[in-house]
């Protein structure tokens, strides 16, 4: 018996050594991959036909090693037959009772031992949460594989939130004069009152979106998504809250980064150092999916057939695979003073957006719904669901050059705004984010049409030149003669009316408005 529980022990140990040493030796192969930059500014261009050239050795390899990897993972842990609705109970167990434990007013309750008669009541929270985030690590008994899982889950959302985020708040506290810091103070109220309006958001989303009409379920189906989503998604929400209650956060802080996108400044830059968004998800995401790993954790994002706003977090994931996330918002606060993250500006807006990305449009044109198939054929379209661009560039850029004033610019879209600055930004950029990780899984053959695929307003075609591409007459030879991969661009025969509604459509999905969501919604509520 012991014996056999060491081997499945150093079995799961060496399962995780493999994947985490394919992430870091293997993720900087991607960083060679066409920028969302150099494709926004040829789709930008509004050429009628272009294409776009990658080394096909790249796909080759990065394929090559991940079966290498597959098969590695499957031979370190024989897959058993676990049943998975019992692992799903054993560990929103844990999580329920360390809500329960969290929530307690240990004022009353265990003083002795919780709390002693000198230290203040946030000390007293701070001892709490040690206990609750020791107690919630018994998923790792429960689910080995969430524990690695769960730590690359942290590094990939550290360059573009995390990190943004912890520095803008640094650097704008240390700004803010004494008398213009307006601090609140977390309590119970506050945390309930965040999740009933997550969950109303979500609510919402799911008539309608910036993206057109949502394909409506059944109150059944619907229902069964609202139960699970809460606890799938919102859990994480209400556990982090409650342990932050006693703690203040500085409003003005909060204010000055949503109109000076500070953070959203700060993840541009990183991005740009070291890998965007899109590369970085999608090397963790199809990780995640890996045989046996899938199991312990992403496949709690993935219970459910299909998607709606409710299965929707920062971005998707399964509950077990935000532990360090959890453990970071939480000692941020009670150690280092540091509001969390899930409070943040931009994070509240990349959760809106993701809400929007989990929803199934009846518009179902130019790729629009490229990650709601991913729900539904669970093994293709890894991509990313868009990482919002906050439109606070655009907001100083008019202030600065006194083209718009502050409320005016609020009411106004980017294109209304580029036409009065010098700003490059237009819908075409926006959804040309988009289009660069829908180009990552055409290239590494995880699209749902590896082949051909409608992207916007144009039509992707993609092959290996020297093997049957139509413009393989046209090009020059390449020098080198070694194969790449061809996308080839082309513009739909859709008609402008057609072609500037997708645009406008993937531009909203990667800046969600709430009002316009709701403005929505109330106009679909009266037409129908």
Known sequence: MIAKMLSTLLGYCRGSALICDFFVRNIWMLKDLPSPESIAALVASRKPNFEIVVPESLPRAYNRKFEVLRAGVVQCLPRTRRNFSTSVSWFFLVRLFCIFIAALDFSFVGHELIQDTTSTPSASGDRVATYVLAASALQFVILPY????????????????YVPHYVAVMALDAVVPAWAAVSYTLTTPFACAFVVADLLVCWLLCSVTPKGVTVQRDNATLATHMAYGFLNCKTYSILVLLLARGHSVNVTVWVLDAMLGVSARVADATSRLLLTWGTIFYHQHRLAHLPTVYEEAHKFHHYLHDTTPFDAHVYGAGAPEEWFSMVLEVVGLTRYGLPPPLLSYGIIRQSIASKIGHTRSVFAAGGINHHADHHTLHRKNFGCVPRHKPRSRCFLWCHQSSACDIYELWKQDWSDCRQK?????????????????????????TNSNNNVYELGPYTVTKCTRGTGCANDAASPSDASSQPVVVFSFSLTNRNEHEKSDIEARLKDYYNPSLLSCLQLAVKQFFSA
């Open 421 to 445: 600055t010098a700003l490059s930004f237009s819908s075409r950029v926006l959804y040309a984010r988009f289009g660069s990780t829908v180009l990552v899984d055409m290239l590494f053959g």
């Open 146 to 161: 969430s524990f690695h899982v769960s730590l690359l889950h942290l590094l990939v959302l550290a360059i573009p939130l």
